[in-house]
């Protein structure tokens, strides 16, 4: 997780704890609230590395498409040793 979303969830975990504490009507609105937060932060999290792991795979596969042509100095050096 990032560091925004993790204080972001440790913001709203506070937040149904406290409310908790103080027995108050604020559990009806803080644990919905912070199961939607949480949710919504890890499925952003989710499809930021998704996109991530997408632009390594595309790098990889041109990678191997593109072929590398030695002129004759390269061809040397690599047979020298």
Known sequence: MTPLSLAVSA????LVVMA???MGGA???AVPLA??????MGFL????RSKQAK?????????QN?????????????VSE
């Open 35 to 40: 199961i939607l937060v949480i949710g919504t």
């Open 55 to 63: 632009t390594i795979q595309d790098h990889r596969q041109q990678a």
């Open 20 to 22: 908790g504490a103080f």
């Open 66 to 78: 593109d072929k590398i042509e030695f002129n004759e100095r390269d061809k040397e050096t690599l």
């Open 45 to 48: 999290d989710l499809r930021r």
């Open 11 to 14: 913001f709203m975990v506070a």
């Open 27 to 29: 559990v009806i609105v």
